[in-house]
């Protein structure tokens, strides 16, 4: 049955929000109380530099520090994950810009997003080690143990209060490119919640800690609020709501990039800040050290806050960048003119093009290759406007790091996810290959990118791979250099 939720919600309940208490939390008055703010950022998928549509995080850490200093209240600050993949200035550095930058800024931990996974566990491994602060994932296994790269929680404390965080990633496995899946495992559902509950149950017992946060990266897909939205039980999917009852005192998710604050019928808030710098969420917690008494204000904390032109950049944004790109600016570099916009449909039927292009020009007089194509889909903000292109816009749409491919498949195969309306499937078929004219058992050759050769539904065998660090957004940038010359 469609839930009643499935329809986006926008509501505001802020005085509802005020003064309400934990799961968990004990009863009773007296004691000192200790005022603790915890912020957590989703999803910014590297969104470091200002840009026309886009704020950076020049401002946010200006913001931040200034709450570090201002003596109101203890603050945390924390990720739900997919941190660094998406733009010119994290990807081109596997996160590590980001990683130096979240130092600085005073994150205390961070859970693994899907997406910290597009270049391998190494990459994580490096990064773990720069950061300073822990990377989390209790769920993660490799090689058929726990991974080495992540641990399954942090502890912080704030005034004395001891605060527990578990970092745990949803069920998205299949989201990751089949070349880094090798060894790789989510445990989810019922196995899941087992951990967390051993995990709470330790922090509680031999840390001392007095309050449970749950950081995943996994949320609702059909909400949107500014304040609190009451949900069923039975709404969040994502989430085992068992957790609520005692093992977990407050929740910030991510993945859907979805902005709402929820709470469940335990009483435990769920928060989630919309993804891609959009907004921050927070929880404003008092806690009194005598009795256990907490009490939670959660609200989401919108960009045009904490990234008003008033407030002054962090000059570690600047540093970072010039440390990075000493040399050329890939904001300011035009490669030359889009003389129409592109949506992203248009956008992905142009690398379809450019695959078959470039697989012609390297492999075509050995291969009949028939197409290009592939699983294409662009990210934000989706469409590259008309006008001066630089190498960030194009590679903020296309921030994969899927090699060239030149791959053999059956023609049923073929049929199936090529030739027949597949959603995000695009190719480019200048012979006006119809299902009609293929050979079920014949074997065909085509162009697409190493996410769609190693996606196993596909059933294709790669061939040849194409040497030297040229992705989808190369072939683009050369594209418009030419002046649309290239076909």
């Not at 931040?64 to 990807?91: C, F, H, N, P």
């Not at 889909?377 to 816009?393: E, F, M, Q």
Request: with cysteine; hydrophobic share 35%; glycine share 10%.
């Amino acid at each position: 049955m469609k839930s009643v939720f499935s329809k986006v919600i926008s509501l505001t309940l802020a005085a509802a929000a005020a003064c309400t208490v934990f799961a968990g939390c004990g009863t009773g008055g007296g004691g000192d109380i200790v005022n603790i703010d915890i912020y957590a950022v989703n999803d910014l998928h590297g969104k470091f530099m200002d840009t026309a549509g886009q704020p950076g995080v020049d401002e946010f850490t200006t913001y931040m520090k200034e709450q570090y200093r201002d003596g109101r209240a203890e603050e945390i600050l924390l990720s739900t994950g997919d941190m660094w993949q998406g733009t010119v200035e994290s990807s081109s550095t596997k996160g590590v810009l980001m990683t130096e930058w979240m130092k600085d800024a005073g994150f205390v931990s961070m859970t693994l997003g899907n997406h910290e996974f597009d270049w391998g566990t190494d990459v994580i491994a490096a990064n773990q080690t720069l950061a300073g602060f822990p990377i989390l994932g209790i769920n993660v296994t490799y090689g058929g143990g726990p991974a080495d790269f992540c641990a399954p929680s942090a502890v912080v404390e704030r005034g004395g209060v001891k605060i527990g965080i578990i970092g745990a990633i949803g069920d998205c496995l299949s989201s990751i490119s089949g070349e880094f899946q090798t060894g790789l495992y989510f445990e989810t559902g019922s196995a899941l919640t087992a951990l967390v509950k051993a995990e709470s149950t330790r922090l509680r017992t031999e840390e001392g800690c007095d309050l449970i946060v749950y950081s995943i990266h996994d949320g609702g897909d059909d909400f949107k609020s500014s304040g609190v939205v009451q949900v069923k039980n039975s709404d969040m999917l994502w989430y085992d709501t068992e957790l609520s009852n005692g093992y977990v005192d407050l929740v910030f998710e991510g993945h859907t990039h979805k902005q709402y604050i929820l709470k469940d019928e335990y009483g435990v808030y769920h928060l989630q800040g919309g993804g891609e710098n959009k907004a921050v969420s927070c929880a404003e917690i008092s806690y009194n050290t005598a009795t256990g008494d907490c009490f939670i204000n959660p609200k989401q904390i919108a960009s045009s806050v904490y990234g008003k032109s008033s407030i002054m950049d962090d000059p570690i944004v600047e540093q970072l960048y010039e440390k990075h790109f000493p040399d050329s600016d890939p904001y300011t570099t035009v490669l030359g003119d889009n003389f129409a916009r592109w949506d992203s449909s248009d956008l992905a039927d142009k690398v379809a093009a450019l695959y078959y292009k470039k697989g012609i020009e390297t492999w075509g007089t050995e291969y009949d290759i028939v197409l290009g194509g592939g699983y294409l889909k662009t990210r934000s903000p989706y469409n590259l406007a008309k006008g001066d292109v630089t190498y960030a816009d194009i590679f903020s749409l296309l921030p994969f790091d899927n090699a060239i491919v030149l791959g053999s498949i059956k023609g049923s195969y073929l049929k199936s996810n090529f030739l027949t309306a597949k959603s995000n499937y695009h190719s480019y078929n200048p012979g006006y290959l119809t299902a009609s004219d293929v050979d079920d058992d014949a074997t065909y050759y085509i162009i697409v990118d190493s996410y769609t050769s190693t996606y196993r539904a596909n059933h294709i065998t790669e061939v040849a791979r194409l040497e030297g660090s040229i992705y989808a957004r190369d072939l683009v940038a050369e594209y418009i250099k030419d002046g649309y010359r290239a076909t």
